[in-house]
């Protein structure tokens, strides 16, 4: 090779370089940055795209990125797809919001210069470096250790010393489960992928069923009391029939999981086709039975949709606020509200009893709230739901380790709170006892009929 073609290559790579390096700082230019109302977020805006990062006060975690997605015109804000579908709008003055699918609430963000100095340095993927971020979210962003009767500083007084450089990979996950296991939160989970290993926090004093027990019990209700077959919905998540005198019986085991597509939009369209397919004669229906009594939760405004088919007035469903501080006494953010408007496809506004228990949980609780404001009333038989009500906050260990936590709080009309206890009946009924299973009896069901006979 001639010097004069080395000199060419040479050139050539600088301008390269050079090319490069202005692309780069130009793209950063455009870069917005955003911090976030609670959740401990902030968030780069690009022409293409969102970047997340994960924030404690003593860390700045690089979290997940979503592509903009090209809309029709007129479209209310920008949308973006990553492992949720999300939807950037503007909000009051120099704010914007950010809302995920599925959920009913949005995340508020303020214009910041930069990225937190925390961010712009790889924290150590070491066991110290994980149990300190693992340990500080929980401080900043669990709103519920009082609750729980947990000291949460106590409990780093107790596990902080046992991790060193040298602790295994499955010592520390045994001591991140340690710590948030006497929480029995069932929003509380840990995944570690490297050594197989997971953790879902759930409550020892429930009173909650077997699996087994559930199939048991859900044989006894089609044999006992359905009169013909239930038809089954949604990937079976949802099932119709008809009990005697013209009652109609609605089991939701779910609000997810209603289609093969992974997409709130879709989930929605499958629920508004069945719901306009069962409510189609409702004229004919003396009262609806709901059974959410085995209810594993999934997206809130599911429920919303449901609750939208029984009323003919529009109410408050409940309000929401996250924690929003690093420490000292708790601080929320704003209320925002959520709202049950009557919908004008087909429905129900009769006479309404609900079936809830300990297996009726997250999103299934969160429908139980959105009933409460219900006129006429919707009567409560069974017993306390679970109690856990927040979205998860998802987050990112420096190990790669993947925990989740809840940070919200629902709140009734009155401000009034189920956390923890979970949303009480009107009337205790207990259900699926062992004999009651043995003689296929179902004794919450049996008091509904009742309830619903005396309209």
């Not at 500080?136 to 729980?148: C, K, N, P, V």
């Amino acid at each position: 090779m001639s010097w004069r073609t080395r000199i060419a290559l040479l050139e050539l790579s600088f301008l390269l370089l050079q090319s490069s390096f202005a692309a780069s700082q130009e793209a950063k230019s455009k870069s917005e940055f955003w911090l976030s109302d609670g959740y401990g977020l902030v968030l780069e805006i690009r022409e293409d795209g969102l970047h997340a990062f994960e924030l404690t006060s003593i860390s700045c975690i690089s979290g997940w990125s979503a592509t903009r997605i090209p809309q029709p015109a007129g479209t209310e804000g920008a949308v973006y797809a990553g492992r949720e579908r999300y939807r950037l709008l503007d909000g009051p003055g120099d704010t914007k919001r950010l809302h995920m699918e599925g959920t009913v609430s949005d995340i508020f963000l303020h214009r910041t210069d930069s990225l937190p100095e925390t961010c712009l340095r790889q924290p150590a993927a070491s066991p110290q470096s994980s149990y300190a971020v693992f340990w500080q979210t929980f401080a900043e962003q669990y709103g519920f250790f009082d609750l729980h009767k947990i000291d949460w500083k106590s409990v780093d007084h107790k596990f902080r010393p046992q991790v060193t450089s040298t602790t295994k990979p499955e010592e520390l996950f045994e001591i991140l489960r340690q710590m948030i296991a006497p929480l029995q939160d069932t929003h509380t989970v840990l995944f570690a992928r490297d050594i197989k290993k997971e953790f879902e926090g759930s409550r020892t004093d429930a009173n909650q069923l077997e699996d087994e027990a559930w199939s048991q019990a859900e044989r006894v209700i089609e044999t006992h009391y359905v009169r013909g077959s239930l038809r089954s919905y949604c990937n079976g998540r949802v099932q119709f029939g008809m009990l005697d005198h013209s009652i109609a019986y609605l089991r939701v085991t779910a609000f997810y999981g209603y289609t093969g597509v992974d997409n709130y939009e879709s989930e929605l369209l499958a629920l508004q086709s069945v719901l306009d397919a069962i409510f189609a004669e409702a004229d004919k229906l003396k009262g609806l039975l709901i059974d959410v009594r085995l209810n594993h939760g999934g997206d809130d405004p599911l429920g919303l949709e449901i609750a939208s088919r029984l009323s003919s007035t529009r109410y408050l469903a409940y309000s929401k606020v996250a924690r929003n501080n690093v420490d000292g006494p708790l601080h929320f953010t704003a209320p925002q509200e959520t709202w049950v408007e009557p919908s004008t496809r087909p429905g129900f506004h009769g006479p309404v009893v609900l079936l809830t228990g300990p297996d009726t949980v997250s999103a299934g609780e969160t429908f139980t709230m959105a009933l409460l404001g219900r006129m006429p009333h919707v009567t409560r038989i069974g017993l306390n739901t679970q109690g856990v009500f927040s979205d998860v906050l998802k987050r990112t260990l420096p190990n790669g380790w993947i925990f989740h936590l809840p940070n919200e709080v629902y709140l009734t009309r009155n401000g009034k709170a189920f956390d923890a206890t979970g949303v009480p009946p009107d009337f205790q009924v207990k259900f699926f006892s062992a004999e009651d299973l043995r003689i296929g009896r179902d004794a919450a069901l049996e008091s509904a009929l009742r309830v619903l006979a005396s309209h």
